[in-house]
Nanobody
Framework: QVQLVESGGGLVQAGGSLRLSCAAS????????MGWFRQAPGQQRELVAT???????YYAASVKGRFTISRDNADDTVFLQMNSLKAGDTGVYYC??????????WGKGTLVTVSS
């Protein structure tokens, strides 16, 4: 059973930075695309950023220029560097990966709170 485990969330002031990490554990599967979603209180889960195994990236317009996604393909670890954080970035951040066999995996989430 593959598990994705996030870390790095916390409380930060507006304008600050956080770095989220997500590591795969268990019966390791190779992932094609990995990324991050987030869910603000009372809102639907939204896509933040993704990175394919070949290196191509996608960013939501709201985070482009402030967030950077990176990954280590060797051990299926994905990171999200978040700079210039805003109150609107507050939410639970979920790690996501789609394995080469097509199955999707989700982490349990890590809370990011940005105080204004």
């Amino acid at each position: 059973q593959v598990q994705l485990v996030e870390s790095g969330g916390g409380l930060v002031q507006a304008g600050g930075s956080l770095r989220l990490s997500c590591a795969a554990s268990g019966n390791i599967a190779k992932f094609n695309t990995m990324g991050w979603f987030r869910q603000a209180p009372g809102q639907q889960r939204e896509l933040v950023a993704t990175m394919a195994s070949g290196g191509s990236t996608y960013y939501a317009a709201s985070v482009k220029g402030r967030f950077t996604i990176s990954r280590d393909n060797a051990d299926d670890t994905v990171f999200l560097q978040m700079n210039s954080l805003k109150a609107g970035d507050t939410g639970v951040y979920y790690c996501w990966g789609t394995a080469l066999g097509g199955a999707d995996y989700w982490g349990k989430g890590t809370l990011v709170t940005v105080s204004s």
